[in-house]
């Protein structure tokens, strides 16, 4: 798959499961590092799959795929100490906007 002109592979088999996502936030707005941003928040169970991830794999990059289209596409930087991971801090906030108007489909 291609996004913004990156090639990736993305896994046949997911490593964390739409359904194990137990919320998603609004955009947010941190006046600390001057970025908006939006937390997911994930089931205890995938929050082990992904800590699993980290440690075997530590500069992995994970891609948030619903309905075969590439989201997102986001790194674990440390181990995950809370049940939530932070998107978008880099991106636009007309892209942020973007990803949260599919994300709402998944988690209103």
């Not at 964390?16 to 609004?26: F, N, P």
């Not at 006046?31 to 941003?37: F, M, N």
């Not at 530590?58 to 986001?74: G, H, K, R, Y």
């Amino acid at each position: 798959m291609v996004i913004d002109q990156v090639k990736l592979c993305i896994s046949k088999k997911p490593i964390v499961m739409v359904g194990e996502i137990a919320y998603i936030t609004a955009i947010k707005y941190d006046p600390i590092i001057e970025s908006y941003y939006i937390d997911i928040g994930f089931s205890p169970e995938a929050m082990v799959t992904l800590q699993r991830t980290y440690t075997s794999l530590p500069n992995t990059q994970f891609a948030l795929v619903i309905d075969s289209d590439i989201v997102c596409v986001f790194a674990v930087k440390e181990e995950i100490a809370i049940r939530s991971i932070r998107i978008g801090q880099d991106a636009p906030l007309k892209n942020l906007q973007i990803i949260r108007e599919i994300l709402s489909k998944v988690k209103p």
